[in-house]
């Protein structure tokens, strides 16, 4: 089922249910109405017995025995007189039951009414009334049975004939109105799901036009203020985001290619001197073995930071609770195995629980290691502080030049007195996307009494 359908469904359905219940509700007053007339049309009736034009008769006589025991078998009515009964037949329905059951009838009756137990009691008890609907010989019925003048009870009743058939008129102009109404709701649901939905069209068309033809630049019109315009402003921030993620992608890839060319290039040049390795001394046949496997490392780690960067800064699904002093421990325990320069790394390390990948925060922490020591004058000092979940790593080389600082995270940024050293220029780039996929920062600086200081947090 479409939304289309759902709307109009749901629009149609409320119009519809409404008229029923309106209709409901007009049947109901009406009928009641209808039934209140009659029931003040029969206590109008009911009063001219007890209080009727002819006060001599004793109507509490009816029930009375004559001298053979028997009671009277019929008692005159009064004329109604009365031209709001409109539901003919009145003169006809009126008797008296006596207190011991026996039934008088008026006098031309043209029908009895059968006795229920409850007029009976009344008729008993002298105290009471009720009024009920009753079927005679496919005849119904409204009966008022109350307490007669003198003993027993008094019944008169009207035919509900014409109620009814003026009932059914009104059911049948109901219906007619209801299905017409019913109608009509189905016809607006079907109008206002198409109005309603309009905007909604044209925006899926647009949508699906960019599917089609996927073109990161493009963008989704926004006009108005509404909903649908807010939905195309996320529609567009994500599309930002999805460009610079190309374009960041792009980036790293035109950069990698273009930075691999020079180690493939020296790789090349060295392995075609080795097609010539006979004539060379076996000294200078070893040293240029020895430069090409260390080429080949150089060329490995640098496609290995490539495919780190390309992992960019977003979170990881699962993340561990990792000891940050306990990684900083082993790294510069490593270190100090390949002792690499007598350099001197002295640690002040705080516990530190860091929620994060493990991996991704030794190498962020390698990186940082591995520029300081690079950096160190020969017995340079190395001082690591981890404090307040915040390490910092010191050392007592050039420090940067000032002119490089906003640039040191940049990829394949190395500044002029670097060219010399070995490296790619992603180190840094690397550590910034670590502590950025941990939701913390990185900041380069140099420090008070010269030498470089960098600080970073793997969290808020
Ligand atoms: N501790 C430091 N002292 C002085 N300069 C530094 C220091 N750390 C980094 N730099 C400067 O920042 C540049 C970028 O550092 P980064 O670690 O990104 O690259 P790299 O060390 O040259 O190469 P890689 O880390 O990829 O092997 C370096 O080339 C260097 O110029
Ligand atoms: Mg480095």
Redesign the pocket.
Known sequence: MTLRHRIAAVAGGAVAVTVLAAAAVVFIAVRSELRGQIDTALRARAAQFVTGPDPDHDRGRICSRDANGNVEHSFPQPPSGNDDLRFGGAEGYAQVVCPDGTVVRATGATASLPVSARAREIARRGAGEDVSDLTVRGTSLRVLTLRARGSGALQVARPLTEADNELERILVVLAVVAAAGIALAAGLGALVARTALAPVSDFTRRSEALARDPDVTERMAVRGDDELARLARSFNTTLDALERSVDAQRHLVADASHELRTPIASLRANIQTLDEADRLPPADRAALRADIVAELDELT??VG?VVELARGSKRARVLDDVRLDRIVEALVERARARAVGPTDVRLALEPTVVRGEPDRLERAVS??L???I???PPGGVVELELRDGTLS?R?H?????AA?LP????????????RG???????????RQAAEAHGGRVE?ANAAGG??L?RVRFGP
């Open positions: 780690a640098l930071d990186n940082l591995d520029n300081a690079k950096w160190s790593v050392d080389g050039p420090g940067f030049d490089d640039h040191v995270f940049e990829r394949f940024f190395r500044a002029d007195r670097a050293m070995p490296g790619s220029g992603l180190g840094l780039a690397i550590v380069a030498g470089a960098m």
